[in-house]
Nanobody, 120 residues
């Protein structure tokens, strides 16, 4: 099982980017899917989360600007980021609670991280 993230890049302030993350492998089920970010010199923080049923949660700093969504049929999660600010600059990581086939419980899986740079 692995997660593959894509979509980072350089954007000017007030611009938009869309991050995507696809889970692949022998997957029985996927629970919560999340996006984290880690800015230089800071701890990794949870940015947005979505349950298997579609309930979402956001850190206050991105509410109203970011939207997390998932496609359960394709095992993907996306993060639409609008009105980007320089303080959104970070490496973004996707994370998912995945139960592989033949396993009895969910485990944490992480994507490789994708860099988002917002210039002022």
């Amino acid at each position: 099982v692995q997660l593959q993230a894509s979509g980072g890049g350089l954007v000017q302030a007030e611009g938009s980017l869309r991050l995507s993350c696809a889970a692949s492998g022998r997957i029985f089920s996927i629970g919560a899917m999340n996006w984290y970010r880690q800015a230089p010199g800071k701890q990794r923080e949870l940015v947005a989360a979505i349950t298997s049923g579609g309930n979402t949660n956001y850190v206050d700093a991105v509410k109203g600007r970011f939207t997390i969504s998932r496609d359960n049929a394709k095992n993907t999660v996306s993060l639409q980021m609008n009105s980007l600010k320089p303080e959104d600059t970070a490496v973004y990581y996707c994370n998912a609670k995945i139960r592989p086939i033949s396993w009895s419980s969910e485990h944490d899986y992480w994507g490789q991280g994708t860099l988002v740079t917002v210039s002022s």
